[in-house]
């Protein structure tokens, strides 16, 4: 989840693209199109949801990154 010039949600964006042959395909969400996530993330963003769970607020942390993918099965 993301909003329009959210310089943590570029970095977000570019820790997981360095990731992007071992992870979904990325999908931006951008909270003020919906007053719904607007308020349910708007102090949180980035929010980084992998698989159904958010993994991440704020800041990605590469190395708890390496260990989801470590720890996840091939695909």
């Known amino acids: ?17 360095a990731y992007r042959d ?20 708007s102090d949180q963003i980035p929010v980084v949801e992998i698989d159904g769970q958010i993994r991440f607020r704020g800041r990605v942390n590469e190395i708890l990154l390496r260990r989801l993918i470590d720890a996840s099965t091939p695909k």
């Open 1 to 17: 989840y993301t909003r329009p010039e959210c310089h943590l949600c570029h970095q977000a964006k570019d820790v997981l693209s």
């Open 22 to 41: 071992y992870l979904p395909e990325i999908e931006e969400v951008d909270i003020t199109t919906s007053p719904l996530l607007l308020e349910k993330f």
